[in-house]
């Protein structure tokens, strides 16, 4: 039987004490689909030996076929569920999203982990907390890719998919919409919702309509110690995904977010100035 993990991850460090959990399991497929035939007393009635209307009703002018009851079936048991972890930057949302996946794994569900290839901060294989947390993981540059490297098969076994940085997925609304409501995955969704310029960042918004729970992470203003909502992104650099970490930027709540775009677009302009003067007397 295939692991759910990429080969590679075998010999991974002692950072992985338990990583024998996300091993893939062969289990019995149970339908929660209960029978629709069953038989209650009607309390309404004193003659206990009366029974409910059955939760079909088969007559000569108003029948449901085997075939449509199977379906009915079908897709009952094989609905999934979609749940949205979002917030600034250093609010714990990659935290949230391995303490949800190891708590998958140990109730006995089989779980598999993606992020985006974009980001190699701490390496391709793993995804890494601020704090130095780590899971292994599939790094992606696309989600539709992913069925077909992890494995048909071994997809199919599949229960649970983490994504994390999902705002660098453009087809994270595809992907989620498929899994979830074709393949019967759990999906837990980590990303952005914002970007340093509080728009919105990538696909991750998209995906809200689809979602049965949303989670809306705040990290610690850096400044003040309020309830941070943004990223204040501290370079002067103007591309919407630009990858970083302390170095680049910070949370912070809404007074000194306004507060530090104002020192940013002034310290802009300031460079900006300086530039135009030095290549005036040149």
């Given at each position: ?64 076929s ?13 609905s ?47 995804i ?26 071994a ?11 999902a ?39 998209d ?28 370079t ?9 970490g ?37």
């Amino acid at each position: 039987m295939k692991s759910i993990l990429n080969p590679k991850f075998s010999s991974l460090s002692s950072n992985f004490p338990k990583l024998s959990s996300f091993s893939l399991f062969s289990r019995p497929f149970t339908s929660s689909f209960r029978n629709n035939q069953s038989r209650f007393s009607n309390p309404l009635c004193l003659n206990q030996t009366t029974t409910a209307t059955p939760l079909f009703i088969v007559s000569s002018t108003n029948s449901i076929s085997k075939s449509q009851n199977r379906t009915l079936q079908a897709t009952a048991s094989t609905s999934g569920d979609i749940h949205v972890i979002m917030g600034p930057m250093f609010a714990g949302k990659t935290s949230s999203l391995i303490s949800r996946m190891k708590s998958e794994s140990a109730n006995g569900r089989n779980v598999a982990i993606i992020k985006s290839s974009k980001d190699t901060r701490y390496g391709l294989d793993s995804i890494v907390t601020h704090d130095g947390a780590k899971l292994p993981c599939w790094a992606l540059s696309d989600l539709s890719s992913f069925k077909q490297k992890f494995g048909v098969d071994a997809y199919e076994q599949l229960d649970v998919i983490g994504i994390d940085e999902a705002q660098f997925f453009d087809d994270l609304y595809d992907f989620c919409r498929e899994a979830a409501d074709h393949d019967g995955k759990t999906v837990i969704v980590a990303g952005l919702d914002g970007n340093y310029l509080r728009k919105r960042f990538g696909s991750v918004l998209d995906i809200i309509p689809l979602a049965d729970s949303i989670t809306k992470l705040t990290a610690r203003c850096e400044i003040c110690g309020k309830n941070a909502l943004f990223t204040l992104r501290k370079t002067q650099d103007t591309q919407v995904e630009l990858i970083g970490g302390v170095d680049v930027y910070m949370p912070v709540c809404r007074q000194h977010y306004v507060n530090g775009q104002v020192a940013v677009e002034t310290a802009r302009h300031v460079v900006e100035s300086n530039k135009v003067e030095c290549g005036s007397h040149t």
